[in-house]
């Protein structure tokens, strides 16, 4: 009886592996030089953003946690770019909730009770080589996918 419960174990621990040995496990991102971001710009790989708290304007990601403090004095950076060929994806697919409302000489976010209703899987890139008017860095980031919170 132990033996035939050994053997039917061992079978079905040889099924697993060989189940997930040949199945083809895709790329943790499939864009590593930031060129699918933004053809025809150096970029440099900063980091892997997952589950990341983030609210989305009109042209960029706002996000919770610090990117970079460099150089000092002109940080903490916390907002990227989104990447050009995403675009219209992105404004058609989620809602930005970082718009600013503009009374009189005030401005103010629209909803600021709620300013990262987002989480987000991605790559952030910094955009290198590029005239710039101030010192600092700027960042790009590659959506893989979004998930709103509340």
């Known amino acids: ?18 189940v ?5 496990r895709d790329e943790p991102y ?6 699918c971001c933004w053809p025809g710009l150096d970029f440099e790989f900063v980091k892997r953003v997952e ?8 042209d960029g990601f706002l996000f919770k946690e610090i990117i970079s403090d460099e150089p000092p004095g002109w940080g903490p950076f916390r907002a990227a770019m989104m990447c050009p060929v995403q675009a219209s994806e992105i404004s058609s697919n989620y809602k930005p909730n970082l718009i600013y409302v503009i009374d009189g000489a005030k401005s103010r976010l629209a909803d600021s009770t ?10 952030i890139y ?25």
């Open 1 to 18: 009886m132990y033996l035939r419960q050994a053997k039917k174990l061992l079978a079905v621990s040889v099924l697993w592996l060989a």
């Open 20 to 24: 997930g040995v040949s199945c083809k």
């Open 30 to 35: 499939a864009c590593p030089d930031g060129n």
């Open 51 to 58: 589950g990341g708290l983030a609210g989305i304007s009109g």
């Open 114 to 123: 709620n300013m990262y209703s987002y989480r987000v899987w991605g790559t």
């Open 126 to 150: 910094e955009m290198v080589n590029v005239d710039k008017l101030a010192p600092g860095p700027i960042y790009t980031f590659r959506l893989d996918r979004a998930q709103k919170v509340n």
